[in-house]
């Protein structure tokens, strides 16, 4: 039975590792395409270079040093191209190019390479990629921008160079790289067991005369003959997928990441797989004493295991249900923006950071705003309740604050009252609508904090006509939090208290709109009209991507069921080797414990009460690991409650599975004394 575990542990943990080694090509793609690991900017603002005069200086450039300059040019999130600087074609190079046709290992990606001759007019400003092996390119590239008045900007390393210790760094930081350490886990646990049910076998061969070296070759054997072949043929059939799909050129991007990801595996295995030899070294001692089922050091790693297993259990379980949480909210938002399939938003390049705003020059942020304006495309929506802090006293009777525009408000079918609060009934439209109120007849609290508002994020620095306070009568008003589209919640209130704005870019400041435009609170009901409006205002250096929320809602989603899938199947590894350790040292406790369980039962203890002798330092283990997972965990910022429920579930699946296997294991070794089979 144990053989079919440890073949089965081992399939899991090939598994693991070619999913890792997937999950880590993509981000070397993602970060540094054809192995263009250094990264500059450049701002052409001040020159006088058109766009195809740029780009064939930059290739000249590449040419000259024998290597290329590659730019990430993302339309959308579906949808990646790759400017490619240089006279040679990539080859050899991930991702992998068929004709001009680019194969990202992310299949939800489609893009093309662009040469400097199709890149046309679009804008140079932005970000560049090198590789580190083109010395001397740093200072061609200065001094080639000081003779042509370019800001040249070398922005250093943006991707690790691709070797052992990156892989090291990609596993503690990633969830494919906790599902690979929850599968590491559960092999050496499934190995533990193994060598514990062996131990006293291990032993009585030492007794007969057998040497410590033929017993540990035994050892090694009992462990390598199922497991080498479980995971070589898993490695296998996973590598033959890749060959057979329809880009079979893949198969050589990712054969070099699996190389690494298995030295880096077998060297852990290595160094723990020593240490467990030296613990599990054969010796007759335990059985001399004829209570110990295994011996002492073999324990202490089991121990440490277990400890280990309730520690990643604890991590995992409340990241599996933060990242369903965001897999429903982006599906909301997704189904949500159907209903303005042309609702857009951009993306930014990160150009500097006053207090973790992003600023962009006021001077090209308001032309590129105001003209969005007069076109008639730009939204604003933002719920102040997700983006402060507020007390109840501040909303009063309300249940959110909300800041929005008229257009916004027209796009979501509401109508705006144009008296005030006193007005008779008669004289409100039908269907949902806004009522203007006046400030004065808010609680003191209310007023206090819109004034507070007003004083940070208007130009006014107070509540003026620009800003008029309402109140909302209808079914429900939906207001869309931080980070649309990106893991933010759109909530529909009942009863908002709603700032409406007539003119954003008159009525509210260039900072707030510029926190506004970065969280995509500030939106373009028109894809197609952006790229002309930010080249008209020289916006386009600062704009990363063009997306539309709905795709963009989409992405998140399915980015985060991808994450749930991962933390779940980690957090199922360390709960299955919190498990499989449970049952072990419940067998364990019952073979060191047969003459007090027998002793117990014939005086009528029943088997409950009998499994529960000695379970304190169970209890003890799941407090204190409980008690370190929960630190870290709230030090992150984790949902108190989901937190709360993942200690509680862990310890009573723990304490079932402990008391379950000690009763089971308490009556057959209280039948085997009865029938003198021990």
Known sequence: MLKWLVRLSAAILACAICFLSISYAEARQNGAPFDATMSFTIDCSASDLSSERVFTELKNVADRFGTHIVRIKTNSEQNRDIIWLASSSPSNMSPAVNGQQILWLDR??????????????????????????????????????????????WNGTRAPDDNFFAVVRFCTSTSAGLLYFSAVLFFVCVIVFRLEEKSRDHALLVLYGRSIRSVRTEQILDIAVPALPAMVISMLAFLACIALSDHAVQF?????????VVLFTLAMLLIMGAGLLIAARPSVHHMLEGRAATNKRLRICRSVFFLISICISVFTIPLSVVAFDQATLALHEANFFRSHPEASKVSLHVTGYDGGAQLIPEKTLEPFLISAEKHGILRLSYDVSQGIELREQDLGHFDGLAIVDRRY?????????????????ASLPEGPHLVPVTLDSLQPDSR???????????????????????????????????????????????????????????????????????????????????????DESDMSQYIYSVDNLSDAALYAYQRFTIMLRTYALG?????????????????????????????????????????????????????????????????????????????????????????????????KVFKSIIHRAH
């Open 409 to 425: 408000v027209s796009d979501a079918g509401v109508n705006v009252c144009e008296n005030n609060d006193s007005s008779t009934r």
């Open 108 to 153: 939800t990606l489609a893009g093309s390479l662009v040469t400097s001759d199709e890149a046309g007019t679009s804008s140079p400003n932005g970000d560049y990629l090198i590789p580190a092996t083109a010395v001397g390119a740093k200072s061609a590239l200065a001094d080639w921008a000081g003779v042509h008045r370019v800001t040249f900007t």
């Open 571 to 667: 957090a199922a590894m360390a709960c299955l080797s919190l498990l499989l350790l449970c049952i072990q040292m419940a067998c364990i406790w019952a073979i060191e414990n047969r003459r007090r369980i027998f002793a117990l039962r014939s005086a009528g203890r029943g088997w409950l009460s009998i499994s529960l002798e000695k379970s304190a330092p169970l209890l003890i283990a799941l407090a204190v690991c409980g008690a370190i997972g929960f630190h870290f965990c709230i030090s992150r910022g984790y949902n108190l409650f989901y937190l709360l429920a993942a200690c509680l579930i862990l310890a009573m699946l723990a304490c079932v599975v402990t008391l379950g296997t000690r009763s089971l294991a308490a009556i």
């Open 252 to 260: 050589f991007v990712v054969l070099p990441e699996i190389k690494m």
């Open 448 to 534: 206090t904090r819109i004034r507070s508002i007003a004083h940070l994020w208007t130009r006014s620095g107070q509540v003026d006509d620009s800003m008029t306070v309402c109140r909302f009568v209808g079914s429900g008003f939906p207001v869309l939090g931080p980070n649309v589209a990106s893991g933010g919640k759109t909530i529909t209130y009942r009863n908002p208290l709603v700032l409406l704005i007539d003119t954003p870019t008159d009525s509210l400041n260039a900072r707030f709109l510029d926190s506004m435009l970065s969280t995509g609170n500030i939106f373009f009901s028109q894809k197609d009209l952006i790229p002309q409006i930010a």
